[in-house]
């Protein structure tokens, strides 16, 4: 069964380091999402992805966040320099146009 | 703006007990209805969907209403096993808008069932 793929699956990190996410979405979904998920909350868009554009990045903070999807396929998301209050559970979604979001496992970032 | 309100747990029931979860919305637009499972160390699973107003989702036992007339869309199981405890989540989607596709989600339900 396809499955998003998602890595590191855990991170722990110092503040004001860099840090770095992947994510592998399904074979063929053109749309991709980061969703964050801090603790005992419910996950919210980063930023979402049409092919290689970016849909909608209005609640990424672009101070430290970047997110790039190069090639259409694989995405990274990008956190310099990571803050204490970034700890949380980063979650990458992929889905056909219009269609259901599947979800990888996810990437759980400490921050020290 | 949109939103989905959803009870706050954690919610501890016995096995073979009546499980609801309420859900509630606000939209701007005419949305679909989700309800999402994360199993503890696992990503999200879409559980049941309902694209309009009384239409039913169900899926493993589980069931929810689409009720527009009090904008809610509560989860129901009529007996639960060890194995739903999870937290689930409530999660809307509009259709139409800037961010298509987008889900916006509840803080999510955590529901412990014991033997």
């Known amino acids: 069964e396809a499955e998003v793929a998602q890595s590191p699956r855990y991170k722990i990190t110092e503040k004001s380091q860099a840090v770095a996410f992947w994510c592998d979405p399904i074979s063929g979904h053109a749309t991709l999402y980061w969703y964050r998920q801090i603790l005992g909350q419910g996950p919210e868009l980063l930023v979402q992805f049409q092919d290689e554009s970016v849909v909608d990045d209005s609640q990424l903070p672009k101070d430290r966040f970047s997110a790039e999807r190069l090639k259409g396929v694989d995405s990274t998301l990008k956190i310099q320099p990571a803050e204490l209050g970034d700890s949380a559970m980063y979650l990458c979604?992929?889905?056909?146009?219009?269609?259901?979001?599947?979800f990888g496992e996810g990437s759980r970032l400490t921050v020290l | 703006g949109d939103s989905v309100t959803q009870m706050e747990g954690p919610v501890t029931l016995s096995e073979e007990a009546f499980l609801t979860i309420n859900c509630t919305y606000t939209a701007t637009g005419y949305p679909s209805l989700f309800w999402y499972v994360q199993y503890p160390g696992e990503g999200l699973q879409l559980l049941l969907k309902a694209t309009k107003a009384d239409d039913k989702g169900s899926n493993k036992g589980f069931e929810a209403t689409y009720r527009k007339e009090t904008t809610s869309f509560h989860l129901e199981k009529g007996s639960v096993q060890v194995s739903d405890s999870a937290v689930y989540f409530c999660a809307l989607k509009i259709r139409g808008g800037g961010s298509q596709g987008n889900l916006i989600f509840g803080k999510g339900t955590k529901l412990s069932v014991k033997p």
């Open positions: 979604a992929s889905s056909l146009s219009w269609g259901e979001l599947f």
